[in-house]
């Protein structure tokens, strides 16, 4: 059989490659036998990139020489031929011409310095064709050449020749610019991760191509190794990234990452140390030890493994609400059963809590709570209300300890002992909050609990608001219950008020000592006391600056921790104002002085309570109306931004204007005819709606700071996605050509929300007109339906956003 017959039949089929390559090699010593070789590779030049054909011949090629011992002296004489090829004017030609080298260089194990100086340099032109599929073949034969650059570099420090940066720096260039995503993931995937690569292969994880970001995810980030080389910044941002990611392959990607890859590398080198603990201690043999140390797949479930995953991970930064740590572990409970059954919430684990352990605890209880297969499992692993009580007061008072250690000595170490013990105080309310409180003996101690917990002035503000949150919950929900509530919290506000006062007085009581005994000696009738008295008054000094400062700023850290609790309050309550006594009597003696103070502080948190009230008051609302109108112009960056939220939360709550409340409105206008009588109600309509929205159009301009208009424009977003621009079509166009007129902040979210409010209505309309019924009646009806429509079409996260409810 000839060359030729030998790489014809290579071409049928890849079955019997292996047979035809030894065949191949009884041919070597042959005449002629290179140069038959190349007319079989150059015919195959011409071979476009679809036909299989061509594929087979070049794996069939590739067999060929990397079974052949003496086949070198074979490949460079190919590499030099196909080389003239490389930079031909067909795009055919040159792709199959960088295909070939690039699959030679795989197997080649040595080549000619001359000739691999000009290969690198051909294949560097190669890097910027316009043809995506060439320069895919380029980056994969280069990626196999720069670790042996590199290689060489450690190995020759001093030398003169420096290869590696520059063709290094080039491929980097290209991982970050190319336009294709498959040139991208190549160089992801061949480049050796070293330190100076490594920054550039995890910036893909925020690749716009979802297959670029999977495999960083899926295939090189299992192939680094040990999680615990990465930085702690890093691992945080891979971990947010991917589980935030938009593509559920990506982010199921990152989930099979964390459970499985990370959670293996803590608990391999727990069992490591398990096992030099046994050999030291018990002397175990060399067997079993080496079964040990030979398990496949994943290792026994091991409890201080996935508090070390926690800690590396950052917790107690990373585990409040808007942090990653959560869905990290929510979706780590999700595919880690055999952890689920050996979790185990002993005394002795809450009696010795830590960051790590308490977000463990609490992560498992959510998860098991969300999932009704597990209520089971949660009830008998957590403790039942009386013993979290006991629990969660004993941390409590533990808090407020460190809390006045840190404030007395002002520490790092303090610092930091503080806000671990105040992560773990609102783990355990967290956890409150989920339980059950039908038990009476249970929710007596927790109420009590709470109660005194929100009366201690030292108590962190997100704490005081789970603790809110929590009182809320453990009171009854009808009206009843949320009078008593708020009672108890009013109680609270009052005795931190006079906690902090009383702590004053007592100062001054010490002061005044000898007053008191004078005092008592003018009783008994002792004149020389009196004088005394007398004398001890009049020599008094007067109060220092420094004094009157501190006492000034202790006003002002009483009134801010009040109006947090008020806050915190209003954000749990839904009844009337009027009809509750308690709202009442903390809006006239609590939020309006706050209010009209002349401290910034005080008067910001103040008016966020004066818009929380007025979500429960709509007369109120259209009272203040002008007063948040006012802070939109006259007041600072923080009370402008503040001041459009609450507006914006006024508008939604009531809603768009309703054609039947605009022509209710004005009854002495009454149009002849029913045509009349509609464009007359759509005007009265759009006019309303105007004035409610002119301070929103007003924020767009350029004498308003940046944080003010993405403030407008994400409000205006929030009109358009919740059903205001039906009807108002024109109003709105108008208002977003305005934003993009004046380029304001966020004008390009604000575009996007209308072009999908108008597909969505467009949608709705064409559904419409498929399944029209002959019924009149509900022609009227579609308004109130597409109140909601534009939040159907489309799911976009917005800044900006306005005060809870």
């Known amino acids: 059989m000839s060359v030729g017959e030998i790489f014809a039949n290579a071409q049928q089929s890849l079955v019997g490659h292996k047979t035809l390559a030894k065949r191949l090699r009884r041919l070597e010593n042959s005449p002629n036998f290179e140069s038959q070789i190349k007319q079989c590779v150059f015919r195959l030049l011409d071979v476009s990139k679809s036909e299989a054909a061509g594929t087979r011949v070049i794996k069939f090629l590739t067999t060929y020489l990397a079974a052949d011992d003496a086949s070198n002296q074979v490949s460079s004489s190919l590499l030099l031929a196909i080389l003239p090829f490389l930079c031909a004017k067909d795009k055919t030609v040159r792709y199959r011409a960088t295909q070939i080298t690039c699959q030679i260089l795989g197997v080649l194990q040595a080549i000619d310095d001359d000739l691999y100086k000009v290969i690198r340099h051909e294949l560097i032109k190669r890097l910027r064709d316009k043809v995506p599929a060439i320069r895919l073949e380029a980056v994969m034969a280069l990626g196999r050449l720069v670790e042996s650059e590199m290689e060489e570099e450690d190995e020759e420090q001093d030398s003169d020749e420096d290869f590696?940066?520059?063709?290094?720096?080039?491929?980097?260039?290209?991982?970050?610019n190319d336009t294709n995503a498959e040139v991208r993931r190549?160089?992801?995937v061949n480049l050796p991760a070293t330190p100076k690569t490594l920054p550039y292969l995890l910036e893909r994880a925020r690749d716009r191509d979802g297959p670029t970001r999977r495999a960083l995810y899926?295939?090189?980030?299992?192939?680094?190794?040990?999680?615990?080389?990465?930085?702690?910044?890093?691992?945080?941002?891979?971990?947010?990234?991917?589980?935030?990611?938009?593509?559920?392959?990506v982010r199921k990607a990152t989930a099979r990452l964390f459970r499985e890859f990370w959670i293996e590398n803590c608990a391999a080198t727990e069992l490591a140390n398990s096992i030099e603990g046994e050999e030291g201690g018990q002397g175990e043999s060399g067997e079993q030890t080496k079964e040990k140390k030979e398990k496949v797949g994943f290792h026994e479930p091991m409890i201080p493994a996935l508090l070390e995953v926690l800690e590396r991970i950052d917790t107690v930064n990373n585990g409040n609400e808007d942090g990653v740590a959560l869905e990290a572990m929510k979706e780590f409970w999700a595919g880690r059963q055999d952890y689920l059954d050996a979790v185990n919430f002993d005394d002795d684990f809450w009696d010795n809590l830590t960051p790590e352990s308490v977000f463990m605890a609490r992560t498992f209880n959510d998860y098991c709570r969300s999932n009704p297969t597990y209520y089971e499992l949660v009830e008998e692993k957590?403790?039942?209300?009386?013993r979290l009580g006991f629990h969660l007061q004993k941390h409590i008072n533990e808090l407020t300890s460190r809390v006045q250690t840190a404030t007395e000595a002002g520490t790092d170490e303090t610092m930091a002992l503080q806000t671990e013990q105040e992560f773990i105080v609102e783990q355990l309310l967290y956890i409150a909050q989920?339980?059950?409180y039908t038990d009476e003996i249970g929710r007596r101690k927790m109420f009590s609990l709470l109660r005194h917990a929100l009366s201690m002035a030292d108590l962190p503000e997100e704490c005081t608001r789970l603790a809110v949150e929590a009182l809320r919950l453990v009171c009854n929900p009808d009206a009843a219950g949320e009078r008593e509530f708020t009672a108890v919290v009013l109680e609270a506000i009052a005795e931190v008020h006079d906690n902090i006062v009383s702590s004053d007085l007592e100062d001054e009581a010490a002061n005044e000592e000898d007053s008191f005994v004078s005092a008592r000696s003018e009783v008994s009738g002792n004149s020389t006391s009196k004088q005394s008295d007398g004398k001890s008054k009049r020599d008094r000094p007067p109060p220092t600056e420094e004094e009157l400062e501190a006492r000034a700023v202790k006003e002002i850290v009483i009134n801010m921790k009040c109006l947090h609790i008020a806050q915190c309050m209003l954000q749990n309550v839904a009844g009337n104002l009027q009809s509750n006594i308690d709202l009442r009597t903390?809006?006239?003696?609590?939020?309006?002085?706050?209010?009209?103070?002349?401290?910034?502080?005080?008067?910001?948190?103040?008016?966020?309570?004066?818009?929380l009230c007025c979500l429960l008051e709509p007369k109120l609302a259209d009272e203040n109306m002008r007063l948040f109108t006012h802070l939109l112009k006259k007041g600072h960056d923080t009370l402008q931004v503040m001041a459009l939220q609450i507006l914006c939360d006024v508008v939604l709550a009531r809603g768009p204007p309703s054609p039947t409340q605009v022509s209710s409105d004005d009854p002495s206008a009454s149009p002849s005819t029913p045509e009349e009588k509609d464009s007359t109600?759509?005007?009265?309509?759009?006019?309303?709606?105007?004035?409610?929205?002119?301070?929103?159009?007003?924020?767009?301009s350029a004498t308003f700071p940046d944080e003010v208009r993405l403030t407008s424009t994400a409000s205006l977003c929030k009109f358009m996605l919740?059903?205001?621009?039906?009807?108002?079509?024109?109003l709105f166009d108008q208002i977003v050509e305005r934003a993009i007129t004046v380029t304001a902040k966020g004008w390009e979210l604000l575009e996007k929300v209308k072009n999908a409010v108008q597909v969505g209505k467009k949608d709705k309309e064409d559904g419409k007109d498929v399944a029209k019924t002959p019924r009149k009646s509900q022609a009227g009806t579609g308004s109130a339906r597409s109140s909601n429509e534009g939040v159907a079409v489309t799911e976009m996260r917005l800044s900006g956003e306005g005060m809870e409810l």
């Open 164 to 176: 590696a940066p520059g063709l290094l720096d080039k491929l980097l260039d290209v991982l970050q």
């Open 382 to 386: 957590m403790p039942e209300v009386t």
């Open 586 to 611: 903390m809006f006239d003696n609590l939020v309006i002085p706050a209010v009209r103070s002349h401290e910034a502080l005080i008067r910001e948190k103040g008016v966020q309570c004066l818009g």
């Open 722 to 730: 919740c059903g205001f621009y039906t009807g108002n079509e024109e």
């Open 681 to 700: 109600t759509a005007a009265k309509s759009s006019g309303a709606l105007t004035s409610l929205l002119a301070p929103f159009i007003k924020a767009l």
């Open 186 to 188: 190549a160089l992801l």
């Open 434 to 436: 989920s339980l059950d």
């Open 218 to 249: 899926a295939k090189l980030l299992p192939k680094l190794g040990d999680f615990r080389h990465l930085s702690l910044s890093m691992r945080e941002k891979l971990l947010r990234w991917g589980l935030r990611d938009r593509d559920e392959r």
